[in-house]
Nanobody
Framework: QVQLVESGGGLVQPGGSLRLSCAASGSIFSIYAMGWYRQAPGKQRELVATITSGGSTNYADSVKGRFTISRDNAKNTVYLQMNSLKPEDTAVYYC??????????????WGRGTQVTVSS
């Protein structure tokens, strides 16, 4: 069993910043990739950013240059620094972790989500 605990969401004005964190714990043998997705009301869940164990990153075009994903492998934690936030960034942000558990089975886990609201 792998658990994800997200934190850092909230209400921020346009142009502001927030930092999301997601810590993975449990029966983890190794982690391949960690990432953030978001879902706005009435829309499908979409990829925001991902990062591999080697540090390779991938961003949605809509957040390039504004968001930065990073990870602390020792803590099994992924971060999302969000700058220059826009109202269209308003969504529930979900953490996703893919890896292998201690029973040597691949897993993919989702966090419960954290609300980010960008509004004046």
């Amino acid at each position: 069993q792998v658990q994800l605990v997200e934190s850092g969401g909230g209400l921020v004005q346009p142009g502001g910043s927030l930092r999301l964190s997601c810590a993975a714990s449990g029966s983890i043998f190794s982690i391949y990739a960690m990432g953030w997705y978001r879902q706005a009301p009435g829309k499908q869940r979409e990829l925001v950013a991902t990062i591999t164990s080697g540090g390779s990153t991938n961003y949605a075009d809509s957040v390039k240059g504004r968001f930065t994903i990073s990870r602390d492998n020792a803590k099994n934690t992924v971060y999302l620094q969000m700058n220059s936030l826009k109202p269209e960034d308003t969504a529930v942000y979900y953490c996703n972790v893919r890896g292998r558990n201690t029973q040597q089975y691949d897993f993919a886990s989702w966090g419960r989500g954290t609300q980010v609201t960008v509004s004046s």
